[in-house]
């Protein structure tokens, strides 16, 4: 929405509307004021909208003119989790959060629906802002499913590029943050947390990331050097866990990790879904939970239905 005003601003400027005092009142309703105008409503853009009803279309986007659907892409939600995601952690576990205003979690349930129901949303605090003239509640949708971010959000970004400010050698904070936290999944992923170097490993890690690595931190860690080699030395290490086609076993078994992990079902049309578990994606479509796990392990399709918990190969724009 604020991309709308945005837009309609330019458009004015573009035609001249501007010099026009009709065309300048409709300019300075649409672009943030100072604090005193904002409180009053005056402006209808960033933390001074008061407005949130949706216009009739959305700009010339066919998939989202019905009912406002929010089209979610890998490219988009990397974009978005550069803006408002965090790359973070509860104690050792990997998390992935996105926080948004709570007039907005529509966006989060589409994201929701996207990965298939995968993730937790929930209401956080208000929070009031030094630059905030309002205190509004925020809407929460976390990922932390191990196995969901080691196989989906880890090869789903590593295939793109964050766009945060940065150059090619330096990709930027977020990128950085991205690159660390990958490398913590991956550590927890193999289990190799439950050992002490892969545990220092970890908290090594965190200790640079997010406000850790801000200049403005006066105790940041931002040029806190590990080396590559201290990193590979981790992965040397015997791990508890062995992977097989995405999912975890106990090392020298046949035993899985009793946990969820996602699901992906490629269609014969093509088209793919996505499930937080076996016994979800089984309940789906009426076969047994353990038939799914079989061709799983085997690769083998089941009516020209393949099954993955990796995942597949896919154009990262589909929605």
Sequence with gaps: MD??????????????????????????????????YAATGSASMNKARMDFTLPTLVLDCPKARANHRVVVTFPWLL?????????SFNKLVPRLSIQLNYRQEFVLKAILEF??????????????RADSFSSQPMVILEFNQIAFLHNVIIP?????????????????KKGKDFEDWSICVEIYFSGR????????????????????????????????????????????LPAPYEVRNGARYIIGTDKLVPEPFPVFVTYPDGNISSFPSLSKCALALGISRNSIRKYLDTGTPYKNHFFTSILPSLNLNQS
């Design 193 to 236: 947390h439950t050992l002490a170097e892969g545990e220092a490993l970890i908290l090594l890690l965190k200790s640079r990331m997010n406000n850790n690595r801000l200049s403005t931190n006066p105790l940041n860690q931002k040029d806190l050097i590990i080396s590559q080699a201290n990193i590979e030395a981790i992965f040397k």
């Design 3 to 36: 991309y709308l005003a945005f837009r309609e601003v330019v458009i004015q400027r573009d035609s001249k509307a501007h010099l026009t005092s009709e065309g300048w009142n409709k300019i300075v309703s649409l672009i943030p004021v100072r604090r005193t």
């Design 79 to 87: 974009g978005l989790i550069e803006g408002d995601g965090c790359f």
């Design 156 to 172: 789903g970004f590593k295939a793109l590029s964050f766009l945060s400010p940065g150059t090619v050698q330096d990709q930027g």
């Design 115 to 128: 990965f298939g129901g995968l993730g937790n949303l929930s209401t956080g605090k208000s929070r009031q």
